[in-house]
């Protein structure tokens, strides 16, 4: 399995709600990564998970909340969001290590915030 | 700080004519360098790296470090080449873990 699996595909929620974006791999990598991509822009790294535990969070709000319950899952709690956070929201994962020998990306959850 | 600049948004040529897609970096330390391709509703896909120096559907990178570039090229274009391409920089600070940053992509058309 070569995959990043992401699902939802598409996730439409109000301001109020409380919903999760999930994320998988069977590659054997232990750095895995959330990215925010707006239309007809780069990727903007959230966070980074490495060995299950968080090691960057590029100043991302609260409402915005990561989780990696083991090496293979990778969790984006949302609550209370805001419509310009509506965006195609990516999950990648890598080896671990002094260097890296890319990112596999999986094809994204395309959320709207109503 | 990391800094990957992509200095043209648009690129159109036709198709046989040869294409570079330019990338400029600025990082303090020994920078690893990739091209990334987004084509039309699919996930954005790794090209080519700047370790393995390999050359993927025609297309090659050379890292220049007195120059900071990484630019992409590819001497007969064709039309399934059109598609977003990103260069990213993987770099780390002293007190983080790395992290892969983007430019802002060139989106390539390539006619008939």
């Known amino acids: 399995d070569t995959e990043v699996t992401q699902t939802p595909k598409h996730l439409v929620m109000g301001m109020t709600n409380k919903k999760s974006l999930k994320c998988e791999q069977h590659?054997?990598?232990?750095?895995m990564y959330w990215y925010k991509q707006k239309a007809k822009k780069p990727p903007e790294l959230m966070f980074v998970?490495?060995?299950?535990?968080?090691?960057i969070n590029e100043s991302v709000p609260s409402r915005f909340s990561p989780e990696c319950p083991n090496s293979s899952l990778l969790n984006l709690h949302l609550h209370a969001l805001q419509p310009e956070d509506s965006a195609l929201y990516l999950c990648?994962?890598?080896?671990?290590?002094?260097?890296?020998?890319?990112?596999?990306f999986g094809s994204g959850t395309r959320l709207t915030v109503v | 700080a990391q800094r990957v600049t992509q200095p043209e948004k648009l690129l159109s040529v036709f198709k046989g004519a040869p294409v570079e897609l330019k990338c400029n970096y600025s990082y303090s330390g020994s920078p690893e360098l990739f091209w990334y391709v987004q084509y039309s509703r699919q996930r954005l896909q790794l090209l080519l790296r700047h370790i393995s120096r390999e050359s993927i559907k025609g297309f090659t990178a050379d890292l220049n470090k007195g120059e900071t570039s990484f630019h992409l090229k590819k001497p007969f274009a064709q039309e399934e080449d059109s598609a977003m391409y990103y260069c990213a920089l993987f770099g780390r600070s002293s007190t983080s873990y790395g992290k892969l940053t983007f430019g802002q992509g060139t989106i390539l058309t390539v006619h008939p």
């Open positions: 998970y490495s060995y299950e535990k968080l090691s």
């Open positions: 590659m054997g990598h232990r750095a």
């Open positions: 990648a994962s890598s080896q671990a290590g002094t260097r890296t020998y890319g990112y596999t």
